[in-house]
């Protein structure tokens, strides 16, 4: 007849299986999201760093002018 003992534990070895292929596909997906935040941080803060320096040189050499 039917071997339910093996049944049982094909069935048990599947959700296994795909418990953990939705564990690994949730955590790619984590680390994917945070290397795009991440990303766009550094990118959004070098833009505000160059905005900073452009205003920063422009007051310079507005003290610069005055100097001469």
């Known amino acids: 007849g039917v071997d339910v003992h093996m049944i049982s534990k094909i069935c048990l070895l599947c959700i296994t299986v795909q418990s953990i292929v939705y564990s690994v596909v ?3 997906m984590l680390l994917l999201m ?3 935040v ?3 941080r550094f990118l959004f803060f070098q833009a ?4 900073r320096d452009l205003v920063r040189s422009r ?6 002018k005055r100097q001469r």
């Open 34 to 36: 945070t290397v795009v």
């Open 26 to 28: 949730l955590f790619s």
């Open 38 to 40: 991440e990303s766009c």
């Open 48 to 51: 505000e760093d160059g905005i």
């Open 59 to 64: 007051g310079l050499g507005d003290v610069y």
